[in-house]
């Protein structure tokens, strides 16, 4: 397989392996702070994901709203994905099992003062894709993070995409890869962490 090496002696600041909530959030996050930060993403599902929610994890918290809406001022954005919740809420059957908008409900009338939301994941991490292109965020889809070599000059993170190799590197590695893990199998053994690779 053929090695693609873009720029081996340049080091770009700070490249985050996995372009979810986490991963998108962090680049918005850092572009913010420093405007001339070199961010790349490397994701390995191609765009645009599919809107209906292909993950698990539709509801904020409250300090998830807080994040969103006023950390990285997204409120405007968000809009067309969220819904805001109005706690937690009981359905009573009543014996019968009637369709759930004739039940007896109960709960709160009012909306909390500090809101949280229900959203809809496929268009919520779209738009945060959408969000880092906009900032002139490198995101990069349909990359496969295959090796992570760590050295005090630059990381190097060597990656698959359509059927090429190629690496990057960097001063800075994020692992935003969620369950997948990436930097932890790299440094800690599978066997004292219970993985199953
Ligand atoms: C049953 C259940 C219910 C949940 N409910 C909620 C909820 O209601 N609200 C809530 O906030 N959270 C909820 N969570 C947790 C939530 O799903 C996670 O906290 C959230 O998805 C974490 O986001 P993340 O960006 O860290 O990881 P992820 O969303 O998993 O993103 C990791 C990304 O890394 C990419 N990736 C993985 N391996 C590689 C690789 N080798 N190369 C390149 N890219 C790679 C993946 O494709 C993925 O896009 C729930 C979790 C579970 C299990």
Same mark, same amino acid.
């Given at each position: 397989?053929?090695?693609?090496?873009?720029?081996?002696?340049?080091?770009?600041d700070?490249?985050?392996?996995?372009?979810?909530?986490?991963?998108?959030?962090?680049?918005?996050?850092?572009?913010?702070?420093?405007?001339d930060?070199?961010?790349?993403?490397?994701?390995?599902?191609?765009l645009?994901?599919?809107?209906a929610?292909?993950? +698990?994890g539709?509801?904020?918290?409250?300090?998830?709203? =807080?994040?969103? !809406?006023?950390?990285? /001022?997204?409120?405007? #954005?968000?809009?067309?994905?969220?819904?805001?919740?109005?706690?937690?809420?009981?359905?009573?059957?009543?014996?019968q099992?009637?369709?759930?908008?004739?039940?007896?409900?109960?709960?709160?009338?009012?909306?909390?003062?500090?809101?949280?939301?229900?959203?809809d994941?496929?268009?919520?991490?779209?738009?945060?894709?959408?969000?880092?292109?906009?900032?002139?965020?490198?995101?990069?889809?349909?990359?496969? +993070?295959?090796?992570?070599?760590?050295?005090?000059?630059? =990381?190097?993170? !060597?990656?698959?995409? /359509?059927?090429?190799? #190629?690496?990057?590197?960097?001063?800075w590695?994020v692992?935003?890869?969620?369950?997948?893990?990436i930097?932890?199998?790299?440094?800690?053994?599978?066997?004292?962490?219970g993985?199953?690779?």
């Open positions: 397989m053929e090695i693609d090496v873009k720029d081996p002696d340049s080091n770009i700070v490249v985050i392996l996995g372009g979810g909530l986490a991963g998108c959030a962090l680049a918005i996050q850092l572009q913010q702070s420093i405007p930060v070199e961010v790349s993403i490397l994701e390995k599902r191609s645009p994901f599919p809107d929610a292909h993950k +698990v539709e509801s904020t918290i409250e300090v998830g709203a =807080h994040y969103f !809406t006023s950390v990285l /001022d997204l409120s405007h #954005q968000l809009r067309t994905c969220k819904l805001e919740k109005l706690g937690l809420r009981y359905f009573f059957n009543n014996g099992n009637a369709p759930i908008s004739e039940r007896l409900e109960f709960g709160q009338v009012y909306f909390p003062p500090i809101p949280s939301y229900n959203f994941r496929g268009r919520m991490e779209n738009l945060l894709v959408h969000e880092c292109v906009l900032r002139e965020i490198d995101y990069l889809g349909g990359c496969r +993070v295959k090796s992570i070599d760590l050295d005090k000059d630059g =990381h190097t993170v !060597t990656y698959g995409r /359509d059927g090429m190799t #190629q690496t990057i590197r960097a001063r590695v692992d935003a890869s969620g369950r997948a893990g930097l932890k199998r790299k440094l800690v053994p599978c066997h004292r962490i993985l199953v690779l």
